[in-house]
């Protein structure tokens, strides 16, 4: 079986994530396009689609006029919910790339609409496709180390601010580098943890090296007049069975300890990071021991040198969930419980105070 899938949204996730991805599974039709600027979803069409895959600027007459089965949702963050429900309601099932939402009230709809429309939801978390975040997952649920009280979600760049889109836009995203690369380190965190019960989180966000001048960056200087969300932002998350997360995230940070979509995680019987490959360590025989397990782990968030592809896994294991009835592999509820974290963290953030859930 075939199935039939319109894309809305054309710009780089699109191109860099979700479209090379889908035209590996054998599966998939790619045979609709939607974006406000006409060119980019011919572009997309040329690249990727068949010669009559058709194109669309308004995403209601591409859910009105076009026999879909799957809407795959590549737009800015404040119009997953709306895409997303609307795409569910003309009997589509979604995938639509994280965060889930702008708000967890968004998020909340979006299970809402799920369950009343019967139509299968998840989101784009690709890192848990990695080849050392599936193992790590596994030696996690055969209780390796034992109950996992305390992580770390590692999501810090030294100066690779993107620069293009509207990802300095507050209004657009909801925020900065919490809400884009602290989502990926967090989901992650939460999977491992198999925990996902917040009690309160308290938390700061910064603007201070976003006011810089010409500054070196990865991506070419920013514009500090439309630099409107955050550089950098950490909170702390305290769980009901009273677990402790600690999340760092930052587009840019003066320092060298730089790593993204990364866990740290301390059970009671061992633990774990990806500081330096995937290390595990514990005690045996009343020795303590760490081991360093090699594995071929590709990139992250689509860099050159994605050698496993976590991109293709994810369209993969998304399509067969539909095919086959399954639940995802990222279940919405999941997803919105992160939404409603970070959420938390930016309201802590005005607010000086702990926010309970």
Request: proline share 3%; net charge negative; hydrophobic share 40%.
């Amino acid at each position: 079986m075939t199935l039939k899938v319109g894309i809305i949204g054309c710009g780089g996730i699109a191109k860099g994530k979700h479209l090379p991805a889908l035209v590996e599974v054998k599966e998939v039709e790619l045979v609709a396009f939607c974006d406000l600027l006409i060119e980019r979803a011919e572009e997309a069409k040329e690249k990727f689609g068949s010669e009559t895959a058709g194109i669309y600027t308004d995403y209601k007459e591409m859910l009105k006029n076009q026999d879909l089965d799957v809407v795959h949702v590549c737009t800015p963050n404040n119009s997953h919910a709306e895409l997303s429900i609307a795409a569910m309601e003309a009997d589509c099932h979604v995938m639509c790339e994280k965060p889930m939402a702008k708000t967890s009230a968004e998020a909340k709809q979006m299970i809402e609409a799920s369950e009343k429309t019967g139509k299968k939801l998840t989101i784009g978390y690709q890192n848990r496709f990695r080849t050392d975040s599936n193992y790590l997952h596994q030696i996690c649920e055969e209780g390796q180390l034992g109950e996992i009280y305390f992580g770390k979600a590692h999501a810090i760049r030294r100066r690779a601010v993107p620069t293009w889109g509207v990802f300095l836009d507050e209004e657009a995203q909801g925020g900065g580098p919490l809400i884009d690369i602290g989502t990926h380190a967090l989901d992650l965190t939460l999977w491992m943890m198999n925990n996902y019960k917040p009690k309160y989180a308290v938390g700061k966000a910064y603007h201070k090296l976003a006011e810089t001048k010409d500054a070196a960056n990865a991506w070419g200087s920013w514009d500090p007049e439309k630099f409107t969300v955050e550089d950098s932002a950490f909170g702390f998350i305290m769980m009901e069975n009273g677990a402790t997360i600690f999340l760092e995230s930052s587009w840019a940070l003066n320092s060298l300890d730089v790593k993204e979509a990364k866990t740290s995680l301390c059970g009671t019987k061992g633990g774990a990071d990806m500081n330096d490959g995937l290390r595990i360590n514990g005690e045996d025989h009343s020795l303590l021991f760490e081991k360093k397990i090699e594995l071929e782990t590709g990139g992250v968030d689509f860099y050159d040198g994605a050698g496993d592809k976590p991109e293709v896994l994810e369209a993969q294991s998304w399509i067969d969930a539909i095919l086959n009835d399954t639940e995802p592999v990222v279940k919405p509820e999941q997803a919105m419980v992160v939404t409603e974290i970070l959420e938390a963290i930016y309201k802590s953030s005005e607010t000086g105070q702990p926010v309970f859930f």
